[in-house]
């Protein structure tokens, strides 16, 4: 496969604020990328240095074989972009901004605009200013579809979207992927990326730490799970499987609260053999899972742990 996103190497500092350092990755065409990080680990300034809206240090970036700064007009007509931030005319309504980008596109299917703004629910008669943050990511997401770019640009595209506007715009995303088109996008939120996307680089503090295919959020991926059961709690039950790295014992006697890298199958299977009252699972954030898998270099807990 040839590569529509090559970057080698990539540096931009703020002074003393940290930015990005000796960054390098690829992107095939045809892939669903995501780009991985807690906020502030230096996602929006790689996809802005992408966009030549920043100038990198050091370092090279290419799309489509060409320079990313020396070549940003011919680049960005091959592109959409979401940039994370989206700044607009406020007195346009949304209609009117959609007809100026179009005409920046040179003109596009206004057949398939509609198609987005329908499947959006996108009230266009309003003026940007009186959109709720939703509607303006609505604005900004149909900007970027809809003259049916070679690559999509996103950063954090689902900020502020609905549950059922998140899934139009997995939708979205699968069909770019059918017609072969490249979607590149940037999230802090674990379990879109491992939905949406089929290949992932993940960047921590201003360095990319990982890239590969999906196995690699599988090391990372935990879950805090509480289960309160209707007699004492089986802590023994739960000690040694695999992917448990802590189990604690709640003031209530019945409750265990257990850290879980991984999937939960050994957990809720374990757990079915004792009465349960209730079971639940939260997914910390993508910063308090960086804190606890980069605390040990990168290693995550080494002991099981046990407190009942």
């Known amino acids: 496969m040839t590569a529509i996103i090559e970057v080698e190497g990539l540096s931009k500092s703020y002074g003393g604020k ?16 995501g780009f991985l990080g807690p906020n502030g680990a230096g996602k929006t300034t790689t996809i802005r240095t992408l966009m ?31 940039p994370g931030e ?17 005409h920046l596109r040179g003109g596009v299917d206004q057949a398939y605009l509609k198609q987005l703004v329908e ?6 008669s309003r003026k940007f200013r009186q959109y709720s943050s939703g509607n303006k990511r609505k604005v900004g997401l149909i900007q970027a579809f809809m003259h ?6 996103l950063d954090e595209p689902t900020n502020g979207l609905d549950p059922l506007n998140q899934q139009e715009f997995a939708r979205l995303v699968g069909e770019a992927r059918d017609e072969g088109r490249t979607v590149f996008l940037s999230s802090h939120i674990l379990t879109e ?40 709690p089986p802590a023994d039950s739960f000690l040694h499987l695999e992917g448990v790295e802590r189990v ?34 939260h997914e910390p954030s993508l910063d308090e899972v ?17 407190r009942v």
């Open 248 to 281: 604690e014992g709640m003031p209530d006697g019945h409750t265990l609260r257990l850290t879980v890298q991984g999937g939960l199958d050994a957990v809720v299977k374990a757990a079915a053999m004792h009465p349960v009252v209730s079971l639940t699972s």
């Open 18 to 33: 940290r930015g990005i350092i000796d960054v390098s990755f690829k992107v095939e065409e045809g892939q669903l990328f």
């Open 119 to 124: 499947r959006f629910d996108l009230d266009t």
């Open 148 to 153: 049916q770019p070679r690559l999509l640009v």
């Open 86 to 102: 989206l700044s607009l005319d406020p007195g346009l309504t949304g209609a009117q901004i959609l007809e100026y980008f179009g």
């Open 52 to 82: 030549a809206l920043l100038h990198a240090d050091s370092g090279q970036a290419r799309i489509a074989g060409m320079d990313c700064w020396d070549r940003s007009v011919e680049i960005k007509r091959l592109v959409g972009y979401l």
């Open 290 to 306: 960086f804190l606890t898998y980069y605390e040990n270099g990168g290693k995550g807990p080494v002991e099981v742990e046990q």
């Open 193 to 232: 990326v491992e939905q949406i996307c089929t290949r992932v680089a993940i960047i921590r503090e201003g360095r990319l730490v990982r890239e590969g295919g999906l196995a690699e959020l599988k090391d990372i991926k935990r879950h805090e799970v509480a289960i309160t059961f209707a007699d004492s």
